[in-house]
């Protein structure tokens, strides 16, 4: 299997890279810097040059604006970012009938408390960061190959910005004071869970829109503090906070229904303990390495 792997050096990308040379893939790795291939995914031209030479049996999009408030002061570029390459890599796709597989977000829901959303949940799209996400699961979703995931991941990264699970473990560890957020919901999963999940359901010929994330719904304080269960470590300076004091309006019912995936996959996917026992894992790793 030839796969292009775009955002390889992200926190996902770098996770997918791992799993699909566990695999024996070839993987054309891109991104804008410090990956083989130099790609910007704004590039059209750049990109679908590239794949015109390189032909690949696959395309795997991990590369995204994540940022929130980049995306809401700058609509343009979360736009040419999150989905207008979206249309492009959509059509090739198409004249060469290879699969697409898209990773998205679950930034749609505001409704429900702790509730689980399947992928026919109705959706409400309330920054930039979600339109333009939502407007690239469209462009994908125009070909009947494409394999759109919803998500959220956690992972480590270990580059300047800390991701939340590094923001988490230290926090932990160093017993800082902080205000977690007790009405943030989702079912954020571990990164290298979600890359093996994902090219299960692609070997398995799932297409079309699926949740892939952790089967149990939480709070973003529920995260951290399974941190400190975990670590053995008391949370003296920590207290309950609101989403709502963020400057961003951002959707806070995020929790997923995964059953539609478990169905395909035939194994059940983690738990919150699953979850933060496998970043542990991660950090452990990294560390000795």
């Known amino acids: 299997m030839k796969a292009f792997l775009l955002g390889s ?35 059209s031209t750049s990109l679908v040059s590239f794949l015109q030479s390189d032909l690949p049996d696959v395309v795997i999009n991990c590369a995204g604006l994540t940022d929130i408030d980049n995306c809401e002061a700058n ?18 796709v198409r004249r060469h009938d290879r699969p697409l597989l898209h990773v998205s977000t679950d930034h749609y829901f505001t409704d429900g408390g702790a509730m ?33 995931l919803r998500t959220s991941i956690v992972g480590i990264r270990r580059w300047t910005r800390p991701t939340f699970a590094e923001w988490a473990i230290d926090l932990v560890e160093q017993d800082r004071p902080a205000k977690l957020f007790h009405d943030a919901y989702t079912s954020s999963i571990d990164v ?13 010929g799932a297409r079309g829109l699926y ?19 975990q670590l053995g470590r008391p949370l003296s300076h920590a207290t309950a906070a609101s989403v709502d004091t963020l400057s961003t309006r951002r959707a806070s019912c995020l929790g997923l229904d995964v059953r539609r995936a478990q169905g395909q996959l035939g194994y059940e996917l983690p738990t919150l303990a699953d979850v ?9 790793h990294l560390d000795r390495s």
């Open 9 to 43: 050096t992200g926190l996902l990308g770098q996770a997918m890279l791992r799993e699909c040379g566990a695999r024996g893939y070839r993987v054309s790795s891109a991104a804008r810097q410090n990956a083989p291939v130099a790609i910007d995914i704004v590039d």
């Open 276 to 284: 933060v026992s496998s970043v542990l894992d991660q950090r452990r």
């Open 75 to 92: 609509p343009g570029a979360a736009w040419a970012t999150n989905a207008r390459p979206l249309a492009f890599l959509a059509e090739w």
């Open 192 to 204: 290298a869970s979600f890359a093996k999940a994902s090219l299960d359901l692609l070997e398995k």
């Open 116 to 148: 689980a959303h399947d992928e026919l949940a109705p959706i409400h799209l309330v920054n930039e960061y979600a339109r333009s996400k939502y407007a690239g699961e469209a462009f994908a979703l125009t070909v009947p190959h494409s394999l759109v």
């Open 211 to 229: 949740n892939l994330a952790a089967r149990e719904i939480y709070s973003k304080e529920a995260f951290v503090r399974e941190v400190a269960v």
